[in-house]
C-alpha cells in the first residue's frame, strides 16, 4: 500500500516531507488538508491525526504525526536514502536530534506556524487571552496571514519574534552553521535538520520583500546555506514551495495595494516596515 | 573518562536525565548549574552548553544539550539500557519521537520551564514585551517562582496555562495513555517519553496541594501513570525530587503565611486559587 502524506503546501513542515520524499524516490500519494478551510478538523482527518494538525502519514496500517518524528521514520525505513539525511552513527545522529529539539524551542517560535491558525480556531474566539496563546506563533501569521483572512493578530507576538528570530538567525548564523561543510553542524551534505529548518525559514517570504530581506540579510551563512539547501534538493524545493511564492506574489501586491489606498492599510505597512 | 552531566534538580528535564543514569547504572559525574544564581551564563559553561540552558552533558570529548537528545544519545550509547526504554524497532521507537516532539510543542508550554527563568535573565528586563516572550513560560515560574524570588511575573501566561495544561492533561489521559499497558503508548515498561513527561509534571509540585490536586484529579489515568513512573524507577526518583520536594515544603509555609499576614499575600493566594 502507497504511502500517504496528509499536507498542506503553506504549512513548512508539510513541505519538508514533501521534498524528502521526492528527492529520495520514496513513492507517495499527497493528500491535501487545507488548513484554512479547517479540513484539519474533519471527523475522517481526526482518525488520521487526533491533534488536528498537519502533516502526517498513514504507511500501510501505521499512523504518524510531528514532522521530525516523520522525517526520522522515513530515513530508517527506505533503503534508498542517503546515509547523510540521518546518519546511523550515533555521534553524529545525536546531534541532529540536539538541532531538531533546538528548533522545536527556539526557531519555531520566531518564524511562523501555519497550525497556530489551526490552534487558534480550535479554541474560543472570544477569550482575551488567546492573544496571549498566538504569542508563539510569532511573526508571518500576526503581521500578514491574519489580517489577510480577517482573523484577529496580535502586535504582542511580532514584539516577540522581534526578539526571538534575530536571536535565533544569529544562533544559526554564528553556532550551528559553523565548521568546514556548508550545511548545518558543518557537513557536506544535508540532513533532514536543514530540510526541516530552511523550509521553517521559507515562511518569511510571505513577509513583503523589504522585510525579509532586513531581517535575513545581516546573516550571510543563513543566506548561502538556504541557497545551499535549495540546490541539494532541487528541482523539487522550488515545485513543492510553488504554492508558497504564488500565494507570496498575491500577498505582496495586495500589501502594496493596501499601504498605497487607505490609511488602515498604511499603518499595517508600518508594522512591517517596523522590522 | 566519565560522564559528566551538568545540572540543575530543579529543572524537570534536568532530573529525567539523572533518573535515568542511576536506574540504568550508568557512571556519571554530576555537576550542578544552580540556574538561579545564573551559573549556566559562565565562559566556563557556556564552552560546555553555548545556548546557557541546563542539561548538557560531556562525554570523553563529545558535548550535547537538549534534553530529548541526550535520553537517546545515553540509551544507544550504554549497552545495558534495557530496550523498553528506547526501542530498537522502528515503529515503536518513532512513536516515541512522536510523542517527544508532542511534549516540545504542547505540554512543556503548559507546565513550567526553569529555563525560562534563564531566558527572561537573559534578556532585558526593561522591555515590556518580554512579558510576552515568558508567556509560554506556563503557571509554576509566574504563579510561584517569579513572586518568591522577587522577579516580574506575568498573569497572562497564568491564563495561557489555564488553557492549554488542562487540554495537554486530557490528551495525555485520553490519547497517549489509552492502550493496555500502564504507560504511554500503551507500553507495559516505561520508556524515556514517561521520564521526561513525568518529570515535566512533577514541576506542578511547586504549587500548594489544594492547586496541585485541582488541576490533576480529573486526569485519573495521569495520577496513576505518575504513581507507575515513580514506582518503576524507585528508589530514585523521589531520591533526585528531594530538591523539589524541599522547596516545595518551604514554599507552600511561605504560601500560606502570606495569605495569612498580608493582603498582598492573600491576594496571591486568589490567583492560586483560581487554577
Known amino acids: 500500500m502507497t504511502l500517504k502524506v496528509y499536507a498542506d503546501r503553506f504549512s513548512q513542515p508539510c513541505r519538508a516531507i514533501l521534498i524528502f520524499c521526492k528527492i529520495n524516490g ?33 504507511d500501510g496500517g501505521f499512523k504518524l504525526f510531528e514532522s521530525h518524528a516523520i522525517l526520522i521514520y522515513l530515513a530508517c525505513t527506505n533503503p534508498g536514502v542517503a546515509d547523510h539525511w540521518y546518519p ?10 540536539s538541532l531538531l529539539d533546538w528548533h522545536h524551542s527556539h526557531l519555531r517560535r520566531g518564524a511562523s506556524n501555519s ?8 479554541v474560543d ?3 482575551d487571552y488567546l492573544n496571549d496563546f498566538i504569542l508563539v506563533a510569532g511573526l508571518v501569521y500576526n503581521t500578514i496571514l491574519a489580517p489577510l483572512y480577517g482573523l484577529p493578530s ?10 526571538i528570530l534575530p536571536k535565533s538567525l ?12 556548508q550545511f548545518l553542524l558543518g557537513n557536506s551534505e544535508p540532513s533532514i535538520a536543514d530540510l526541516s529548518l530552511v523550509c521553517e525559514i521559507m515562511q518569511l517570504e510571505f513577509l513583503s520583500e523589504k522585510d525579509y530581506l532586513r531581517i535575513l540579510s545581516p546573516y550571510k551563512k543563513v543566506l548561502q546555506w538556504i541557497k545551499d539547501t535549495k540546490n541539494a534538493t532541487a528541482p523539487y524545493f522550488d515545485e513543492i514551495h510553488m504554492t508558497l511564492f504564488n500565494a507570496q506574489k498575491g500577498i505582496r501586491e495586495h500589501m502594496l495595494t493596501q499601504s498605497v489606498s487607505s490609511p488602515e492599510g498604511g499603518r499595517k505597512s508600518e508594522v512591517y516596515s517596523e522590522m
Open 26 to 58: 520514496i513513492d507517495f500519494e499527497e493528500i491535501t488538508i487545507e488548513v484554512l478551510k479547517l479540513q484539519q478538523f474533519t471527523p475522517e482527518y481526526k482518525e488520521i491525526n487526533p491533534m488536528s494538525e498537519v502533516p502526517a502519514i498513514v
Open 88 to 97: 546511523a552513527d550515533i555521534f553524529k545522529r545525536t546531534k541532529i536530534h
Open 125 to 127: 474566539f472570544e477569550n
Open 115 to 122: 497550525n497556530n491558525i489551526n490552534r487558534f480556531l480550535d
Open 170 to 181: 544569529s544562533i544559526l548564523d554564528d553556532f550551528w552553521l559553523q565548521g568546514s561543510g
Open 154 to 163: 496580535n502586535p504582542r507576538a511580532v514584539d516577540e519574534a522581534k526578539k
